[in-house]
């Protein structure tokens, strides 16, 4: 791979996405290019039927394009079969919903763990490390509560929480603020803004334009087409890599 593509976390070149209704063909996304380099955070906005919710599906290997490439970090995803698409969404991509999607029966800590749970690497140290990011995200007390002794707000933590588990390329968030008061959606803002501070690259989905404005980047969709692509602030600089202990 060259050099370029290590610097984006996404990077979309001529996408387009066709369906097929009742005989008809359903043009959702037109040529979409697109490059979101580490260390962002792009809020993607538009009316509905923009194709908010096809390139998030695309971004997410939740779909394939029609045409054009897709490359999440180093792998063109537009290659892969669904076997190594799932491995690419348990392993590279980090899922923040508007609904949670937490498991009722389980444990803050238990929900954090789930994704390492698919991967099959649970183990005494990943369980250490799942209660420093939910003593991260404010939830240290919370430990061993389950989705329906907590808030709303509580209950996106967690989610934000479990999204990081497995160090991915990009958090996507899809309308994460969506079922929150507005106490709770800057707290939850506050924490993606710290999160991109950090490093953390953010894919942000979303209609309410207080929340597009947090984001470093607006990219509005309208018919299938980006319509407009606003830097609101520069990219902070990235952490460094840690040291190699490896000899040679």
């Given at each position: 791979?060259?050099?370029?593509?290590?610097?984006?976390?996404?990077?979309?070149?001529?996408?387009?996405?066709?369906?097929?209704?009742?005989?008809?063909?359903?043009?959702?996304?037109?040529?979409?290019?697109?490059?979101?380099?580490?260390g962002?955070?792009?809020?993607?906005?538009?009316?509905?039927?923009?194709?908010?919710?096809?390139?998030?599906?695309?971004?997410?290997?939740?779909?394939?394009?029609?045409?054009?490439?897709?490359?999440?970090?180093?792998?063109?995803?537009?290659?892969?079969?669904?076997?190594?698409?799932?491995?690419?969404?348990?392993?590279?991509?980090?899922?923040?919903?508007?609904?949670?999607?937490?498991?009722?029966?389980?444990?803050?800590?238990?929900?954090?763990?789930?994704?390492?749970?698919?991967?099959?690497?649970?183990?005494?140290?990943?369980?250490?490390r799942?209660?420093?990011?939910?003593?991260?995200?404010?939830?240290?007390?919370?430990?061993?509560?389950?989705?329906?002794?907590?808030?709303?707000?509580?209950?996106?933590?967690?989610?934000?929480?479990?999204?990081?588990?497995?160090?991915?390329?990009?958090?996507?968030?899809?309308?994460?603020?969506?079922?929150?008061?507005?106490?709770?959606t800057?707290?939850?803002?506050?924490l993606?803004?710290?999160?991109?501070?950090?490093?953390?690259?953010?894919?942000?989905?979303?209609?309410?334009?207080?929340?597009?404005?947090?984001?470093?980047?607006?990219?509005?969709?309208?018919?299938?087409?980006i319509?407009?692509?606003?830097?609101?602030?520069?990219?902070?600089?990235l952490?460094?890599?840690?040291?190699?202990?490896?000899?040679?």
């Amino acid at each position: 791979m060259t050099s370029e593509t290590t610097q984006y976390a996404a990077l979309l070149s001529g996408v387009t996405r066709e369906y097929v209704l009742k005989g008809e063909t359903v043009r959702a996304l037109r040529g979409v290019d697109l490059k979101v380099p580490r260390g962002d955070f792009v809020a993607i906005m538009g009316a509905s039927g923009s194709g908010k919710s096809t390139l998030l599906n695309l971004l997410g290997c939740l779909d394939r394009p029609t045409a054009g490439k897709i490359l999440l970090g180093e792998d063109d995803v537009t290659e892969l079969d669904d076997r190594a698409l799932s491995e690419i969404r348990g392993s590279r991509i980090g899922f923040v919903f508007q609904s949670y999607n937490l498991i009722q029966q389980l444990t803050v800590i238990e929900n954090i763990e789930v994704p390492l749970f698919y991967q099959k690497n649970v183990t005494s140290r990943s369980r250490q490390r799942c209660i420093e990011l939910a003593k991260m995200v404010g939830l240290g007390d919370r430990l061993y509560h389950r989705p329906t002794q907590l808030s709303g707000g509580q209950q996106q933590r967690v989610a934000i929480a479990r999204s990081l588990v497995n160090d991915p390329y990009f958090i996507l968030a899809d309308e994460p603020t969506g079922n929150l008061d507005s106490v709770t959606t800057l707290e939850i803002l506050d924490l993606l803004d710290r999160l991109n501070e950090e490093g953390r690259t953010i894919i942000l989905v979303t209609h309410e334009d207080e929340v597009g404005a947090r984001s470093r980047r607006i990219v509005r969709l309208r018919d299938g087409l980006i319509e407009s692509d606003e830097r609101l602030a520069e990219i902070p600089p990235l952490p460094e890599p840690p040291e190699s202990s490896s000899a040679g």
